[in-house]
């Protein structure tokens, strides 16, 4: 918010009714009448304290969401790396699977196995590069205009007294305008620090949710959707101890993924198209009109707590 900006400001508006009163104003004080000078800017002050304190306290209630949504990224940050070596883990125990994987397996089936476990292969190679978790901001304390702002009426309306007095309207007005554009202007200085503080929280919790969901859906989602796949197939004698260990491994994965705050969304037909939760296969911007029900469930879509990091795809 810019002094020189909107016109309804409380400080135009403010400006204007010292120019419009300069004359009732300039004949009180000359019988050495304060009162009117001093109520109206009483009246400008308890304004702009009154907009100070509901700027102060949304922003510090911005500030505070801010924090805890960094607060909770770190917490999923910290759970990838903690969990990571149990990734790895779990992706060498399939190291023989890919030697093996053309093995009786009909050819269909034995190509996208190989794509998967060359998928699985690289994750388990792959480690998270160590993050210094970010300083959240502190929100500025000890800052306030009430008492700095009520002296400032005395000491004003005292200065219009004794030697250095007003001794013209023009400087009477120039007096009451500087007294309250330096109460705008702190106003608007304290505002904008606030404002930073609280933009500061965000965009550090922007910066650790954007390196988990990169590692998530760089890495890992691309895995389990080798994985959904692969199960996907029929049931395969030859197959079935693979099978069983690649079901495994998935379930590992997904439980590992948990720590991190990051869940498959239920799949399941019948259900109506949401887009805030689906994408129809194929064409990712179509918006389907009335109520439509989900035919066929492509792939899975994941969230991190109510956030949607990945929308399922579906057939209607």
């Given amino acids: 918010m810019a002094m020189s900006g909107a016109q309804d400001s409380p400080f135009e ?3 204007s009714r010292l120019r419009d009163q300069l004359p009732l104003f300039w004949e009180s004080y000359r019988l050495s009448r304060y009162e009117l000078v001093e109520e109206e800017l009483r009246r400008f002050l308890g304004a702009v304290l009154s907009l100070h304190a509901a700027n102060k306290s949304n922003e510090e209630n911005w500030f505070t969401s801010g924090c805890k949504t960094l607060d909770l990224w770190m917490q999923r940050e910290a759970g ?7 990734f790895s883990l779990a992706m060498h125990s399939l190291s023989d699977l890919e030697t093996d994987a053309k093995k009786g397996f009909p050819p269909e089936l034995s190509s996208q196995l190989s794509f998967c476990l060359g998928g699985i292969r690289r994750l388990g190679e792959f480690s998270p590069p160590e993050q210094k978790p970010p300083a959240p901001p502190a ?3 000890g800052l306030s205009m009430d008492q700095a702002g009520e002296d400032a009426l005395i000491k004003a309306v005292a200065g219009l007294r004794g030697a250095g007095a007003p001794d013209s309207p023009a400087q009477l007005l120039g007096r009451l ?5 330096a109460w705008w202007h702190s106003h608007l200085h ?5 404002r930073k503080s609280a933009g500061e929280a965000r965009r550090l919790a922007a910066g650790v949710r954007q390196r988990v969901l990169e590692t998530v859906g760089h890495r890992v989602l691309p895995v389990l959707d080798a994985l959904d796949a692969v199960l996907a197939f029929p049931e395969n004698a030859a197959a079935s101890d693979w099978v069983y260990r690649l079901r495994g491994t998935r379930q590992v994965i997904l439980t590992l993924l ?3 705050g990051v869940t498959p969304m239920e799949a399941g037909t019948d259900k109506l198209f949401d887009p805030i939760l689906h994408q129809i296969a194929g064409q990712p911007r179509f918006r389907p009109p009335g109520r439509i029900v989900v035919a066929k469930w492509v792939q899975n879509g994941y969230r991190a707590g109510d956030e949607v990091i990945r929308k399922a795809e579906v057939e209607i």
């Fill in 13 to 15: 508006a403010h400006r």
């Fill in 80 to 86: 990838l790396h903690h969990a990571w070596p149990e």
């Fill in 190 to 194: 304290l505002a904008e620090m606030y």
């Fill in 139 to 141: 929100f500025p304390s």
């Fill in 258 to 260: 948990d720590r991190t």
């Fill in 177 to 181: 305008e500087s007294v309250s554009a």
